[in-house]
């Protein structure tokens, strides 16, 4: 059955407050269909971006002095590899796996906001339709995080495998922990290095190894029966995230909303076999404050017009679009980020109004 969420609002997971409490709250409101839990990077260097998916990970390595991550590859580390692999199969083999990821999940003390959405769904009358989580995705993490000599772990084939594999295990982690308080679970792969995809920076790394990495961790997430996006807030090659697999593309259309129109045939294929856009058309940057709902609307019928003037059916557009901010909150002042909320909160209603949804 082909999921239709006909313009529901979600969001990306980083938030500009201290106060988790509050943060759910914000999220709960301004996306109830859809909530997520909130990434609070203003609580310390435990939830930033990657380091909050490194907890349990062999040699990850916090230098809280100079406020950094690497990992260590000195020496050896065959005992803890073999550990790790031992762990990985006895929850992950799709014959003789028992699904157990708890050694790879995410304490209190590298997400306040996991908890406190959870917390709060257990007292909740009525299932959300969705909730919404989200891992750091590998190419982002393997490509910015380094070793001990400041060379990016992806270039290391051997604990870029371990760290695919410990990702993917984050994901069904969470997947299972949220799978009671919704009736689906949605599954964010957050990979905004991809908009470097193809530059001189990143020349020695291909696209099929990328499409290959998204897969296997789209595939974990398809093991519990959830969905799998992948987030990029800047312009990269589309295409990339359908032929991984991926049930959801979030992109930013506010900045960047023409750019999933040159990829006219893998968009219109994606869409056929019950793929979803999740458009980020509320800008995260403080034009916010230059913006008002007629405005947005505006933002995203420009962006599917560019679709259907590709012959994609704008129905189907329509019936398989989600909408979220172009990108996290958690770099904005925080009034200006509740103000995207709002926004976001009351978008939705309007769309679907006009649609006859």
Not at 23 to 43: G, M, N, T, Y
Not at 149 to 156: D, G, L, S
Not at 274 to 279: C, E, F, K, N, Y
Request: hydrophobic share 40%; charged share 25%; net charge negative.
């Amino acid at each position: 059955m082909t999921i239709q969420p006909a313009f529901m609002g979600t969001a990306i997971g980083s938030v500009p407050f201290s106060d988790p409490d509050w943060a759910v709250s914000i999220a709960l409101e301004s996306v109830p269909d859809a909530p997520f839990w909130p990434q609070l990077p203003r609580l310390g260097l435990n939830e930033q971006m990657e380091i909050q998916y490194s907890e349990g990970i062999p040699r990850a390595t916090i230098d809280p002095e100079k406020g950094r991550m690497y990992f260590d590859t000195s020496g050896d580390y065959s005992e803890q590899f073999g550990e790790f692999y031992e762990q990985y199969m006895l929850a992950m083999d799709p014959d003789d796996g028992n699904g157990d990821c708890s050694a790879m999940a995410i304490s209190e003390d590298y997400s306040k906001g996991i908890y406190a959405l959870e917390k709060r769904l257990q007292t909740m009358d009525k299932k959300p339709r969705f909730v919404k989580v989200q891992t750091t995705g590998p190419c982002s993490f393997a490509l910015t995080l380094v070793d001990e000599n400041k060379r990016a772990i992806y270039y290391n084939e051997e604990f870029r495998d371990v760290i695919i594999k410990a990702l993917s295990m984050k994901c069904r982690w969470q997947i299972q922990k949220f799978a009671p308080y919704a009736d689906k679970v949605i599954c964010f792969i957050d990979e905004p290095i991809l908009s470097a995809f193809g530059s001189s920076t990143y020349v020695s790394v291909k696209r099929q190894d990328v499409v290959e990495h998204l897969h296997e961790v789209i595939e974990s997430v398809h093991a519990e029966n959830a969905l799998a996006g992948i987030h990029c807030c800047g312009n990269t090659e589309w295409s990339i995230c359908i032929d991984a697999g991926v049930d959801i593309v979030n992109f930013d259309a506010y900045e960047y909303g023409e750019t999933i129109a040159m990829y006219p045939d893998a968009v219109k294929s994606h869409l056929e076999k019950g793929g979803m856009l999740a458009w980020g058309v509320v800008p995260t940057s403080p034009e916010i404050r230059d913006h008002t709902p007629d405005s947005m609307v505006e933002q995203l019928e420009k962006g599917m017009g560019n679709l259907a003037a590709k012959g994609i059916d704008k129905e189907l557009l329509a019936k398989q679009a989600f909408i979220t901010p172009s990108c996290g909150t958690g770099s904005m002042e925080p009034a200006d980020a509740e103000a995207v909320f709002s926004m976001l909160a009351g978008l939705p209603g309007i769309l679907k109004e006009k649609y006859g949804f």
